[in-house]
């Protein structure tokens, strides 16, 4: 079967301070950060030996790319067979010379753009680094109003063929104003902006994806606290099947994406898991860009 795997292990550190993240530079201590280890290693151990076609992606509440044991893990899955994609999402503070061990036809980032965590030049240095590399990535900001003209500016720098997602921020109201100049950056951004009703609607959640934790629980999504058995003892497996939400709204792309009421699957038709569409108007593919003395052609 084809199983798709949202793992989250007890990883909650973070090198960034946004004021909208409750993890913001907190610090594990040694003991946590050696158990979220050996979870990924045992997570990464069940993937290698599973026998179902897997596409993975990482969703720690911290940044893991930073952690030698993220990068190692990625780059040994994705030159696996049966794995189809492994992702992260990362602020990208990382180092990037990792990525020549990887194989970029499966890794994939999901990249998000912090403005005043990093300096914009850097960011941008590193994505223009994952376009010479050929890695699959998206970039995303969170919409706030004093985002926006960064946010200009990063779809001003980035090669054409890079999407900009934008996420409706928590809590905010979005005037239909503000709303059209978001959208004007990113044409999906209509479906961040309002939670989705989901109560009682079909969801791919619980029958092709579930939600794994560092003691190998396995959840429908990281939404819904029921459990549906465990990774390693094989428990989880039985209770694999079509069954709606059970929530009122679902207001997480991680979440909403995977709701059969809406076209995401097919909006980002290969690309699920990193939040990379299968076009846009004006966009072209990683292969199709021409890299030259170090710059982007477009």
Not at 20 to 26: D, G, L, N, S
Not at 225 to 233: I, V
Request: glycine fraction near 8%; proline fraction near 6%.
């Amino acid at each position: 079967m084809d199983l798709t795997v949202l793992y989250r292990g007890p990883l909650a550190s973070c090198d960034y301070d946004c004021p909208y993240c409750p993890f913001a530079k907190r610090r594990d201590s040694t003991t946590r950060l050696r158990a979220d280890r050996a979870a990924l290693e045992r997570f990464a151990q069940w993937a290698a030996q599973c026998e179902d076609q897997l596409s993975l992606l990482f969703t720690p509440w911290g940044e893991g790319l930073v952690r030698s044991w993220y990068r190692r893990t990625l780059a040994e899955l994705s030159r696996l067979p049966h794995i189809r994609r492994v992702a992260i999402q990362t602020n990208l503070s990382c180092r990037t010379d990792w990525l020549a061990e990887a194989d970029r036809d499966t890794l994939a980032l999901w990249c998000t753009y912090h403005p005043g965590q990093t300096p914009y030049d850097r960011f941008l240095a590193k994505c223009r680094d994952l376009v010479e590399r050929g890695v699959r990535f998206s970039v995303g900001v969170v919409g706030l109003p004093e985002h926006l003209e960064a946010a200009r500016r990063l779809r001003a720098d980035l090669p054409g063929h890079v999407y900009l997602w934008i996420n409706a921020a928590e809590g905010h109201t979005y005037r239909d104003a503000e709303a059209d100049e978001w959208t004007t950056l990113d044409p999906l951004f209509p479906y961040s902006r309002h939670p989705h009703t989901s109560a009682g609607l079909p969801c791919r959640t619980g029958e092709s994806v579930i939600s794994v934790d560092g003691d190998g629980t396995v959840r429908r999504c990281h939404f819904v606290r029921a459990e549906l058995g465990n990774l390693y003892d094989g428990s989880y497996r039985a209770a694999l099947r079509p069954r709606p939400c059970p929530l009122a709204v679902c207001d997480c792309h991680i979440g909403y994406v995977h709701l059969e009421t809406l076209p995401l699957y097919d909006v980002f038709a290969g690309g699920v898991l990193e939040r990379v569409p299968a076009g846009l108007p004006g966009q072209r593919s990683v292969r199709d860009v021409t890299i030259t003395a170090g710059r982007t052609s477009r």
